[in-house]
């Protein structure tokens, strides 16, 4: 007997594919990284924006771009510091400290120049206690000359300091300061800022003009830039447009995290690629390029665990099938059997044919029948004198009929196996393919039919993604304060298309996107929408012949890390038109939202039960709320 799933235990499993968070990871994190394909567009002297939603290893890169990062992977080898091409100042945005940089007490000006001096402090910060860990750890260490740190002091109304240990004690103590006056807010008393960017530009020129560092490159790395305010997008946006020959910024953002692209000069706009690089890691890291970048993370993370053989391929791990043997899995023959009933007394004269038929082949004589409302003998007679033809719809069509084999039935209804298949329901997200992989061979290790090592049968393959999917769904209600909205969206989409993917027969085949009407207004949408994107309850492409980029030019699809809990298809493939009405009514009144949608699409959901999965949400489904 199987044993209950869980993701928290055995450790051997856990470790190495369970932890996925650069936070959690510490000193491992650069253990186990992989450079990804786009890397060395990163390590140019140009400002980049690195765009990925949660999980697709922004994180992880930017920090491997720091000094700190790449002393790690250098393992520690000090004798190569002073030949860097560059030193990289890694800083996460923390929404507990820049959301203290807002409220009545100022006006919008004022808080612009408070936060612009604490930006000050902190990158000033950041390149000084560089300065101090290089001239700790470098043969050849570096110190600013006692005039620098005494200008730089100045510039930034701290105490004066003679000396680099003594500007870095100073620093601290003056953001300390700083933070601990922004709780303690006079509007009347504000401290003496700093002109934004100055201290900055001549620290980093100080820096470059010393032997240790002439012809190098500083990059100040911000990680999180979503977490910023509106205006401090602004504040940091100038910096960014204005930074020179001095230092370049690495962002690491959200898609639609970026939500102001102008300067403190509101008729100045950032713009690429004549300002910065902008890196989508989605696209950067699709189709093969994501398969076997996912493979050899992986393959590194599993030689960390004694469960598995040195030299490991996970992708032997995770066999996939093939159409037919999926469908034999789904009980085609019985379903072939009855098909060959049937003609055996209504057209009889196509016995022998389709006795020698394998059975996937004639569940599709069957499915077009019906598709067209004609009848077998129809179909048979069309297949005999257009056999070419025949064939390329076997290949259009056959993965839709794996779909309709179990329908209505308990149980595994479609097969969500093989290493290709996980690669894309993660949808170029590493973290989502980790957990795919983590949870199939934990459920494999507590299998009492199957051995560590040994490929992972189609069936625990198919729990895994229907748990990793369950898992996601009750998370996204935590992640955002449009939570319980997302949540209710993914549940009514997700609904749709299992509808529509378990009755293909006289439709549209693989209904898996949705487009948005160009003249619509999105009004409450537009919200929904964004955060959707950003905390991947849904992705988005360009729409075809589209140039513009509001978020009507785009196609929308559910996540494919959800399709196996949903039980549609994973494949970005034929889309329907919803309005921003209806994608509401899915959030407001779900069992009335739900119901126009299909009947639109000549489907009904009353005549489809629930997937066993999805019966832990019946009163969802049941009532509008």
Not at 316 to 322: D, G
Not at 387 to 416: E, M, Q
Not at 599 to 606: G, I, M, S, T, V
Request: hydrophobic residues 40%; proline residues 5%; glycine residues 6%.
């Amino acid at each position: 007997m199987t044993r209950a799933p869980a993701f928290d235990d055995d450790e051997s499993i856990t470790d190495p594919f369970g932890i996925y968070r650069a936070e959690w990871l510490k000193d491992a994190l650069f253990k186990l990284f992989t450079k990804p394909a786009y890397y060395p567009e990163l390590e140019t002297p140009r400002p980049c924006v690195l765009v990925g939603g949660r999980g697709t290893g922004k994180t992880t890169v930017l920090r491997c771009l720091s000094y700190e990062g790449r002393f790690e992977l250098d393992k520690h080898d000090a004798a190569h510091i002073n030949d860097w091409p560059y030193y990289g100042f890694y800083y996460r945005v923390n929404t507990n400290r820049v959301t203290a940089f807002r409220g009545d007490e100022l006006s919008d000006r004022q808080w612009e120049r408070v936060f612009a001096h604490y930006l000050n402090l902190v990158f000033c910060g950041q390149v000084v206690e560089f300065l101090n860990w290089h001239a700790k750890t470098a043969p050849q260490g570096a110190s600013l000359p006692a005039s620098v740190c005494q200008d730089v002091a100045d510039a930034l109304y701290l105490d004066p300091a003679n000396d680099q240990a003594a500007l870095l004690t100073n620093i601290h103590r003056g953001r300390r300061r700083f933070e601990a006056f922004l709780n303690n807010l006079d509007a009347g008393a504000l401290p003496p800022l700093s002109l934004q960017g100055q201290a900055i530009d001549d620290l980093c020129q100080a820096v470059l003009d010393m032997p240790e560092f002439l012809g190098k490159n500083l990059f100040f790395i911000v990680d999180e830039f979503e977490n910023l305010l509106d205006y401090q997008q602004v504040v940091l946006n100038t910096l960014i447009k204005h930074c020179g020959p001095h230092y370049t910024f690495k962002i690491g953002v959200r898609d639609l995290g970026w939500r102001r692209r102008s300067t403190l000069n509101e008729n100045e706009q950032l713009v690429s690629p004549a300002d910065y690089e902008r890196i989508d890691i989605e696209q950067r890291l699709e189709g093969e390029q994501f398969v076997n970048f996912a493979a050899d993370v992986c393959n590194l993370r599993a030689q960390v665990s004694k469960d598995f053989p040195s030299g490991l391929d996970i992708a032997r791990i995770l066999p996939a099938l093939s159409a037919e043997e999926e469908a034999d899995l789904l009980g085609v023959k019985e379903h072939a059997a009855r098909i060959l009933r049937y003609i055996e007394v209504e057209c009889p004269q196509w016995m022998d044919e389709a006795t020698a038929m394998a059975p996937l082949d004639l569940s599709l004589v069957d499915f077009w029948a019906r598709s067209q409302q004609s009848s077998m003998t129809a179909v048979f007679e069309e297949r005999r004198r257009e056999p070419k033809s025949w064939d390329d719809r076997l290949g259009n069509y056959k993965f839709a009929v794996l779909f309709t084999l179990r329908r209505h039935k308990p149980g595994i209804r479609k097969y969500y196996a093989g290493w290709r298949t996980y690669t894309l329901m993660a949808g170029g997200n590493i973290r989502y393919l980790l957990e795919l992989v983590g949870q199939a061979l934990l459920l494999q290790k507590r299998d009492d039919r199957s051995t560590p090592g040994e490929p992972v049968r189609p069936e625990l393959q198919t729990q895994a993604a229907t748990q990793v999917g369950r898992k996601n769904l009750s998370e996204l209600e935590g992640l955002s304060v449009h939570g319980a909205q997302l949540t209710k969206l993914l549940l009514g989409l997700g609904r749709i298309f299992e509808v529509l993917a378990s009755e293909p027969e006289g439709h549209t085949p693989e209904v898996t996107q949705f487009t948005l009407p160009e003249d619509a207004p999105l009004g409450d949408a537009e919200k929904l929408l964004s955060a959707a994107v950003m905390h991947l309850a849904l992705v988005r492409s360009v729409a075809n012949k589209r140039t513009d980029l509001d978020l009507k030019g785009y196609d929308y699809s559910v996540h494919p890390i959800y399709s196996a809990f949903f039980v549609f298809s994973y494949r970005r493939k034929r889309k329907l038109r919803l309005t921003p009405n209806q994608l509401m009514a899915l959030v407001r009144e779900p069992k009335t939202g739900i119901r126009q949608i299909l009947r639109q699409n000549n489907r009904d959901d009353e005549d489809y039960p629930l997937p066993d999965q999805l019966r832990l949400f019946e009163g969802f489904y049941e009532a509008d709320q």
